[in-house]
């Protein structure tokens, strides 16, 4: 098997990311306000649309589970990459109405959880075991290179036309679709002997360990709430501060989503996956504590770019966890059982903050609930058995 960085096995997985989460979560988080501001839709039906996404998301699990034996995964990521392409050229069109846009923002949400899904578990079993961790780095920065290229490049765009913004973006995945077409296939291939591993774990003992991940990911959905729904909005309006220093907030969030995968997936080679996990569930706490602590606006900052790296960060991490803890072959249900909990979560979640700061009249209580369950998410890492099959060195 030819060297995994010869190949173009790790650029499928990072376009699969950014054309499924990248642009199709965080660009219409930038080209919200500017949908209602143009009078393009109310402010009502601009927020039904992301509620649209996060509906197809929780479908694409499902899909995969129910066509999965039926469709293999080359034809099954092509397809998804295909709707997303396709969701955001025909997002230009308005005139078509509400329910047009809607049925593309939903299809979009279905083929960002299939790509999510699917994309580590066909690229990782071909990388030798002591590089998953950088590699699956390098898969999931395609979200946070999405958040900051969407959050700079936006704004420029929509100067000339809203609608030149949505072809841009369309425009970019579909190239992508094109240079990852035959790869896909390649990667449906049995991988070399050698980097297929087994499960580390007896029954009780695994089933334990994937019990406890899966709550730690699905908590993590609440840690990241409050700074990806609401923080621009925190800083202007219960803060304060300028616009502009409410945007370069969020630019600092989408540069630290851009590293923060690579750093992680480093880290968690040489450090070992748990123990990174340990620490950047409590970094990822420590950021968002600190609109709790303080309100100077460089630590503020800092909370973005250390939420903004962990929010992919943690994802890297969890996914190599899982695969070291499953196997080879069970990862991509493992993995699809993760998404879909941190998926649902985070709709039961998103809904609750929502009807929360109705009474409240304040963001505050919001970031200490997603602090405390990053807290548990912590604990519950640190409850998982350790093989000794998997534990890091002693010395680096």
Known sequence: MKSFYRSNFWFAGLAATFTGNGIGRFAYITLMPVLIQANWFSQEEAAQ???????????????????????????LMRIAMLCCSSSYFACAFPQMGFGWFYSWRFLSGVGGAILMILAAPMV?????????SRVAGVIFSGIGLGA?????LIPVLVQIHIKVAWVAMGLACAGLTLMTW????????????STVTPPVMKSHSLNRGIGCLLIAYALNAVGFLPHTLFW??????????????GGLSWALF????????????????????????VLGFGLKALGVMIPLLTQKLWMLHGSA????????GIVTLVSTYCLQLVGTQEHHRAWGAM??????????????????????????????????????????????????????????
């Not at 900051?148 to 700079?152: D, E, K, N, P, R």
């Not at 621009?232 to 220093?245: C, E, H, I, N, T």
């Not at 989408?254 to 996990?277: S, Y």
């Open 182 to 193: 035959k790869t896909w296939a390649e990667l449906e291939v049995a991988p070399n002997p």
């Open 148 to 152: 900051a290229l969407s959050g700079l």
């Open 305 to 312: 770019f250390l939420v903004g790296m962990f929010t992919p």
């Open 232 to 245: 621009v909005d925190f800083l202007v309006r219960d803060l304060g501060f300028s616009l502009a220093s």
């Open 49 to 75: 649309f992301g509620v649209a996404a996060l509906l197809g998301y929780l479908l694409g699990p499902f899909l995969i589970r129910r066509f999965g034996s039926q469709v293999n995964r080359a034809t």
């Open 124 to 132: 990782l079993p071909h990388v030798r075991q002591d590089r998953r």
């Open 339 to 396: 998404t879909f909990s941190f998926a649902l979560t985070q709709a039961i979640a998103g809904m609750g903050m929502a009807i929360l700061l109705r009474q409240v009249s304040s963001y505050l209580p919001l970031y200490a609930i997603s602090a405390i369950a990053l807290v548990i998410s912590t604990v519950c890492i640190l409850c998982i058995p350790q093989p000794a099959s998997i534990r890091a060195p002693e010395s680096i």
């Open 254 to 277: 989408g540069i630290g989503a851009a590293v923060g995968p690579l750093l992680t997936g480093v880290m968690g080679d040489r450090l070992g996956v748990r123990r990174c996990l």
